[in-house]
Nanobody, 123 residues
Framework: QVQLAESGGGLVQAGGSLRLSCAAS??????YAWFRQAPGKEREFVAA????????????DYADSVKGRFTISRDNAKNMVYLQMNSLEPEDTAVYYC??????????????WGQGTQVTVSS
C-alpha cells in the first residue's frame, strides 16, 4: 500500500525557515512534488524533483514565487523528499502536500497524495 506522510510544518515568523519532510512507503517513485493550498485558494504547484534512474541525475523545478527561497531534495535510500523553506513570507501560509508520480511530469499533480502539513507564517 502506497502512503505519503508529510511532517515538519508549524508556525514561524516572517523571514524564518522550515524544513518539510515527506516519507514515502510502498514503492519508490521517480518524480515527487510539493503543492500548497491557502485558505480560499486553489492548490498550486511549489516544487518538483525528478530522478533519471540509471544516470542518477536529478532535476528540480520551482514555482516563480519560491525560486531562490525554497529547495527541494530527496534521499532515495530513505525514500524521503524534503522541502527546505527559507525567507518565509506570510503569503507562504498554506497546507503543504507531497505528491508522487511513477513516471511523467508531476508539475500538474501526481498519482498519490499525502494528507498535508500546515505552515503558518506570521508577520
Amino acid at each position: 500500500q502506497v502512503q505519503l506522510a508529510e511532517s515538519g510544518g508549524g508556525l514561524v515568523q516572517a523571514g524564518g525557515s522550515l524544513r518539510l519532510s515527506c516519507a514515502a512507503s510502498g514503492r519508490t517513485f521517480r518524480n515527487y512534488a510539493w503543492f500548497r493550498q491557502a485558505p480560499g485558494k486553489e492548490r498550486e504547484f511549489v516544487a518538483a524533483i525528478s530522478w533519471s534512474g540509471g544516470s542518477n541525475t536529478y532535476y528540480a523545478d520551482y514555482a516563480d514565487s519560491v525560486k531562490g527561497r525554497f529547495t527541494i531534495s530527496r534521499d532515495n535510500a530513505k525514500n524521503m523528499v524534503y522541502l527546505q523553506m527559507n525567507s518565509l513570507e506570510p503569503e507562504d501560509t498554506a497546507v503543504y502536500y507531497c505528491t508522487a508520480k511513477l513516471s511523467g511530469t508531476v508539475v500538474s499533480g501526481g498519482d498519490y497524495w499525502g494528507q498535508g502539513t500546515q505552515v503558518t507564517v506570521s508577520s
